[in-house]
């Protein structure tokens, strides 16, 4: 069955330290491939989204993401992070199958940066 | 940002008591969702709809249910409130996968459900 494994349930870190979220997906046909977030008290927002062509991503608030086929990825990344980047982060998989387009999301990390 | 919206935002509410939770959005999506997501936990698709008179079940067993019988508007229902039923609940609704959103989904901000 297809599914999104999100490696880290629970990351703490400092402010200025750099984030790395890894997902991983198992599926083998094409797909789009979004981060989203929750901050606290907040609804969940699109961070940033892959569809096609270069496979470095930028998104909102200096995060980005690399899509690497081969490996089946689409790691979160952030060169400093800062204690406004507390919250809960999500990677989404949407299998272009057909009519039935499902999207397949991640349990989710919970990151916790402290100042 | 989205313009979809959900009321109430928070409901605290007495066991067997029928509740609705209202969703809806502006942008003229066909597709919208409910999910289920208790804190700090995974999102739980548990209702979506296709378009006007489509409803379908999602991955999560649940005992609400739902209508769409128009395009903005998609009401979650339970009949009869139990304690087990209090979580966040969640309402979507995405871009049509052949547009240049292909399929992103864009979220309500939530109503937490809880139960006495």
């Known amino acids: 069955a297809q599914s999104v494994s999100q490696h880290n349930h629970h990351v703490i870190l400092s402010e200025a330290a750099s984030l790395e979220l890894g997902c991983n997906y198992s599926y083998g046909g094409t797909v789009n491939l979004f981060w989203y977030v929750q901050y606290p008290g907040q609804h969940l927002q699109l961070l940033l989204k892959?569809?096609?062509?270069d496979p470095l991503v930028k998104g909102i608030k200096g995060f980005e993401a690399e899509f690497i086929k081969s490996k089946f990825s689409f790691n979160l990344r952030k060169p400093s992070v800062q204690w406004s980047d507390t919250a809960e982060y999500f990677c989404a998989v949407l299998l272009n199958a057909g009519n039935n387009r499902k999207l397949i999301w991640g349990l989710g990390t919970s990151l916790a940066v402290n100042p | 940002e989205a313009d979809i919206y959900q009321t109430p935002r928070y409901l605290v509410i007495g066991t067997g008591k029928k509740i609705t939770l209202e969703c809806s959005q502006t942008?003229?999506?066909?597709?919208m969702y409910w999910y289920q997501q208790d804190p700090g936990m995974e999102l739980h698709l548990i209702h979506y709809s296709y378009g006007v008179n489509s409803t379908e079940k999602g991955d999560l067993s649940s005992e609400s249910t739902v209508s769409r019988i128009r395009t903005e508007h998609f009401p979650l229902t339970l009949e009869s409130a139990r304690p087990s039923h209090t979580s966040q609940y969640l309402c979507?609704?995405?871009?049509?996968?052949?547009?240049?959103?292909?399929?992103?989904?864009?979220f309500g901000p939530g109503t937490r459900l809880t139960v006495l």
């Open positions: 942008m003229g999506h066909d597709k």
């Open positions: 892959y569809f096609s062509g």
């Open positions: 979507a609704s995405s871009d049509p996968p052949g547009s240049g959103g292909r399929g992103t989904q864009y």
